[in-house]
Each structure stands twice: as C-alpha cells, then as structure tokens.
Nanobody
Framework: VQLQASGGGLVQAGGSLRLSCAASESINAMGWYRQAPGKQRELVAAITSGGSTHYSDSVKGRFTISRDNAKNTIYLQMNSLKPEDTAAYYC???????????????WGKGTLVTVSS
C-alpha cells in the first residue's frame, strides 16, 4: 500500500490547514501521526472505513478527520492551530482492526506543519 500525503506548510497561530492522504488501494484504518523534535510520535486522529473516528485529547474540538472511501483518501482539517501543533505529520494505514494497539503497517512520507506564534 502506498500513501501519498499533501498539505502542510507554515501558518500563524489560530489559523487553519488541511492535510490529505490518498492510499493506493482500499484499506480499513487510515490516520495521521505526528512527531515534534525531541518528542515521541503520537497518534493525532484516525478513521476506519466504517467511519469510526479517534482523536487525541490534544486536538479534540480543533481537528476533524474525514474520509472519501471512493477515493481511498482521508482529510485532516486543522483549525485553531497552536505552536505546539508544530511537527512532522505522517499518514498511516492498516488493513486490520487492531491498529490502535499494534500501530499501523503502512506509512507515507512526513509533511511538515509549522505554526508560528
């Protein structure tokens, strides 16, 4: 499975950005992880093919993940961005249903999101 991510960039605090990620085939779970310098990678948001979503507490109410199954594509709308959201964001995907515990199997290249104060 190949994942092609797009979006990201530089934005001021309080602004918005949208990330997109297209998978090369139909797949169950898709999501976004992020890793800031000196920090561990964390799951930001994920969505299954059935529409179930998961968000980290740090982005709830600000980020929205959505999915177009016909295009095997997910979107992450990021609003009210904060400087602490600055990180490399990675799209990931998994065929199975245990991705939350085991992590996802497929990864795309990171896209950098920088939020200036």
């Amino acid at each position: 499975v190949q994942l092609q991510a797009s979006g990201g960039g530089l934005v001021q605090a309080g602004g918005s950005l949208r990330l997109s990620c297209a998978a090369s085939e139909s797949i169950n779970a898709m999501g976004w992880y992020r890793q800031a310098p000196g920090k561990q990678r964390e799951l930001v948001a994920a969505i299954t093919s059935g529409g179930s979503t998961h968000y980290s507490d740090s982005v709830k109410g600000r980020f929205t993940i959505s999915r177009d199954n016909a295009k095997n594509t997910i979107y992450l709308q990021m609003n009210s961005l904060k400087p602490e959201d600055t990180a490399a964001y990675y799209c990931a995907a998994d065929h199975g249903s245990h991705w939350y515990d085991n992590g996802m199997d497929y990864w795309g290249k990171g896209t950098l999101v920088t939020v200036s104060s």
